[in-house]
């Protein structure tokens, strides 16, 4: 390829980056879509005689062998063929890549957490609007443009990655400007009503305290006991209901793991393959007491 095409194709990548970056927090589509494009043109690059950038061998033998062992897995699927459809999943993974290696030049990294930024407080705006001038509460919880279920789990994702690197030595006062999309983004995963996700987002920020600021750790569990006990009733009820293993829906997340760990117990080293578990949980379950699951929220596990 002649050098000044490859020169072109830089630019074009990160602009693909750009986009996946800002259409995460509301758009799967757009955003899988975006870094497909990056992936390709990357591969062009390096096909050009531009390698990749050197990010570390630990990562890359780790995601190899689990992709590996996947794949491998395959061949000992109850429905081999859904599970090969199923293996497009790990295309994903060279998004790891695309970002650390983007993430190497400051002016980029910038532009990246600025594009997050954007996306996720205009969509957080939208849903926090939307909740506050609808029903309020569990019945009328913030859909955002996926449902609340996905929109609490990207809310999650979009606020720990902003909460991270205003954690890093000097970030929050050299990224100020992204305290306004955390404390939106914030603020629409609360009214998600989504509990894993708020679990998830608790977990996440007391992992990046403890390995970043730890003194600040202890105190911001704190902070969040105070918050919960002084919450109102509603999401008090509704985050206290996450502990309680006779709540109707971990009744049934309780099944759920039972069900997991007796699959694993029957299959240690192959499980049942990447499929629907609809009529793998039927077989095991009877009644209508028990509500049938197509995945176990895990797909280690299956």
Do not use: C
């Not at 003194?215 to 902070?223: K, M, N, S, V, Y």
């Amino acid at each position: 390829m002649p050098a000044g095409w490859l020169a072109q194709l830089l630019p074009l990548r990160e602009g693909a980056l750009l986009l996946a970056a800002f259409a995460m927090p509301f758009s799967i589509a757009i955003s899988q879509f975006a870094l497909a494009i990056a992936l390709l043109l990357r591969l062009a690059e390096w096909a050009s005689g531009r390698p990749p950038v050197h990010l570390g061998r630990g990562l890359t033998l780790l995601t190899l062998a689990f992709v590996g062992w996947a794949l491998i897995d395959i061949g000992f699927s109850q429905i081999p063929s859904e599970s090969l459809r199923h293996a497009k999943r790990f295309l994903l993974l060279p998004a790891l890549w695309l970002f650390a290696e983007a993430g190497r030049r400051d002016a980029l990294r910038t532009r990246l957490l600025a594009a997050l930024g954007a996306g996720s407080a205009g969509v957080a705006a939208y849903g926090i609007l939307a909740y506050l001038q609808g029903a309020r509460g569990l019945a009328g919880r913030a859909q955002l443009t996926q449902g609340y279920m996905t929109a609490g789990g990207l809310m999650m994702l979009a606020s720990l990655l902003l909460f991270a690197f205003l954690l890093r030595p000097g970030g929050a006062r050299r990224r100020r400007w992204l305290w306004p999309a955390f404390a939106l983004t914030l603020v629409a995963l609360v009214f998600t009503h989504t509990r894993g996700a708020w679990l998830g987002f608790a977990a996440g920020a007391l992992l990046a305290l403890g390995l970043v600021r730890p003194r600040l750790a202890p105190i911001f569990l704190g902070l969040l006991l105070v918050a919960g006990a002084l919450a109102p009733a509603g999401f008090r009820e509704r985050l206290l209901s996450s502990f309680d293993p006779r709540h109707a829906n971990n009744v049934q997340r309780l099944i759920m793991w039972r069900t997991g760990w007796e699959l694993l117990a029957d299959h240690p080293l192959t499980g049942v393959g990447d499929l629907d578990l609809q009529a793998i949980y039927r077989a095991r379950h009877a009644g209508a007491q028990v509500e049938v699951k197509g995945h176990l929220h895990s797909n280690p596990v299956m």
